[in-house]
């Protein structure tokens, strides 16, 4: 099983790009999420989904779009990217039976000149 | 709404010295999950442990124990003993229960330098 498989690794984009980060998973997990890391603010919520075909926004939703059509995969958008998305963007699945710890996939460094 | 706090954002310890990192939370909800994750150098988030809200048991692995007292709303982390390698930062997390909707809310972090 590879777990959570985010890619790119590393990104730098131009203001106003568009880029998508993927995020895949083997696990079968219900739940997948999208999290930002900025220096001294520990990680933020983005966006969540609870399943295939529903997601949610979290505390930092603007600026980022996501969808889910498989169990699988949960990518998330970046529209117009701005210097403020600079950040290291991670991606958490959990399975629905609650209990388990939170499996992270590596991380995607972006930056935004 | 969920809250977690870590109030200390830098602690630096002398090798072999017992280090306590303090978590506090806040939730309206009876279940809950608290959580607790280290990020080394290399920047992966590395899972610790998971307490429910409904076992309030010290927990002890090896040189990691963990206090959760309901009545403070705390959940903190001492290192025993320790070691360069737990140099990181290390979150609090908190998951409430609600429906299968279980956001996970983190604390900003402490970071650890431990020195040899």
């Known amino acids: 099983n590879a777990g959570v498989t985010q890619t790119p690794k590393f990104q730098v984009l131009k203001t106003g790009q568009s880029m998508t980060l993927q995020c895949a998973q083997d696990?079968?997990?219900?739940?997948m999420s999208w999290y930002r890391q900025d220096p001294g603010m520990g990680l933020r919520l983005i966006h969540y989904?609870?399943?295939?075909?529903?997601?949610d926004q979290g505390e930092v939703p603007n600026g980022y779009n996501v969808s889910r059509s498989t169990t699988e995969d949960f990518p998330l958008r970046l529209l117009s990217a701005a210097p403020s998305q600079t950040s290291v963007y991670f991606c958490a699945t959990l399975p629905y039976q609650r209990g388990y710890g939170y499996t992270f996939g590596s991380g995607t460094r972006l930056t935004v000149v | 709404a969920q809250k977690v706090t870590q109030a200390q954002t830098e602690i630096s310890v002398v090798e072999k010295e017992d280090v306590t990192l303090d978590c506090v939370y806040e939730?309206?909800?009876?279940?809950?999950?608290l959580f607790w994750y280290k990020q080394p150098p290399s920047g992966e988030l590395v899972f610790l442990i998971r307490r429910n809200s409904f076992d309030e048991q010290n927990e002890i692995s090896g040189r990691y124990s963990w206090n959760f007292q309901k009545s403070t709303s705390s959940f903190n982390f001492t290192i025993t003993a320790s070691q360069v390698v737990d140099s990181a930062v290390y979150f609090c997390a908190l998951s409430e229960d609600r429906s299968g909707n279980t956001p996970l809310v983190f604390g900003k972090g402490t970071r650890l330098s431990v020195i040899a």
């Open positions: 696990m079968n997990h219900e739940y």
């Open positions: 939730t309206r909800d009876t279940t809950y999950y």
């Open positions: 989904s609870v399943g295939a075909g529903i997601t």
